[in-house]
């Protein structure tokens, strides 16, 4: 007889609390850099200025359906997700910037915020793959291929 406790789509609870945790520190990274290339998109000057400007409105587009789909995976795993910006703040890793506009020093911030999230990613999906957890595995590896060719085209433009 299995005595593990299950939550609604069959996962163990305590694996579940476990995730969640680090999908809340995902999310609150996420929040941190979005409000960040927000502050990118608005401030950014410079010879780079329009190509730049589309490229952090669609940046930060991006970041929000990311922001969605991690708390309604949250939801899914029956939590509930950090959605205060000084939770945000004590849990990400990704710090808050302001009076960032020039062209190199953006790029530079988009590049590191990028890489800590790849980093958590990673993290999340071998947890969630060791624990058969295919739904969280297969959202936060569809973000990871996203986020390398980012890193890759952010890279190219730095030179």
């Known amino acids: 007889m299995n005595n593990i406790m299950e939550n609604q789509i069959g996962l163990p609870k305590d694996y579940a609390d476990i995730i969640v945790g680090k999908l809340n520190a995902l999310l609150s990274n996420v929040q941190i850099f979005y409000i960040n290339v ?7 000057t410079g010879k780079q200025f329009f190509l730049l400007h589309a490229k952090f409105e669609d940046l930060y587009n991006s970041l929000n359906d990311k922001a969605d789909e991690i708390a309604e995976r949250i939801l899914m795993l029956e939590s509930i997700p950090v959605h205060s910006f000084s939770k945000y703040l004590k849990l990400a890793k990704i710090q808050e910037k ?3 506009c020039t062209a190199e020093e953006t790029v530079k911030e988009v590049l590191n915020s990028l890489k800590l999230l790849l980093k958590e990613e990673r993290e999340i999906v071998s947890m969630a793959s060791s624990a058969g957890d295919d739904g969280t595995v297969d959202l936060i590896t569809g973000f ?3 986020q390398e060719k980012m890193v890759w085209m952010y890279s190219a433009y730095s030179g």
């Open 98 to 100: 302001e009076g960032i």
């Open 38 to 44: 927000r502050g990118f998109h608005w401030n950014i």
């Open 144 to 146: 990871i291929d996203e």
